[in-house]
């Protein structure tokens, strides 16, 4: 059974903080290359950013500079730090896992995904 689980979403206010954890099972993350996805009703889904197994990252212009994404691979999770929240980031938020690399992420081919977790960001 390959999972991942993504926890931390919630309602924030513009200009607030959120982060986002995506926890692996039945499979180790350390070999595979995780992204960030998010999806606006109505709205296709979109790469947020992605981490490779080893390390080097890639984010979407539109959160450069205000999320940070990092792997624990001791716990067997990767988390997405979200600072200084604008409505427009207003999504389910999912990861997701292929091996080795971020090649994928623009087409999102990407071998597991999780469930999602609803980030809300409203005054």
């Not at 099972?25 to 296709?44: C, M, N, V």
């Not at 539109?62 to 990767?78: E, H, L, M, P, Q």
């Not at 730090?81 to 207003?90: A, G, Y």
Request: hydrophobic residues 30%; proline residues 2%.
């Amino acid at each position: 059974q390959l999972q991942l689980v993504e926890s931390g979403g919630g309602l924030v206010q513009p200009g607030g903080s959120l982060r986002l954890s995506c926890a692996a099972s039945g499979f180790t993350l350390h070999y595979y290359a995780i992204g960030w996805f998010r999806q606006a009703p109505g709205k296709e889904r979109e790469g947020v950013s992605c981490i490779g197994s080893g390390g080097s990252t890639t984010y979407a212009d539109s959160v450069k500079g205000r999320f940070t994404i990092s792997r624990d691979n001791a716990k067997n999770t990767v988390y997405l730090q979200m600072n200084s929240l604008k409505p427009e980031d207003t999504a389910i938020y999912y990861c997701a896992a292929e091996q080795y690399s971020c090649s994928g992420f623009t087409s999102k081919r990407f071998a597991y995904w999780g469930q999602g977790t609803q980030v809300t960001v409203s005054s």
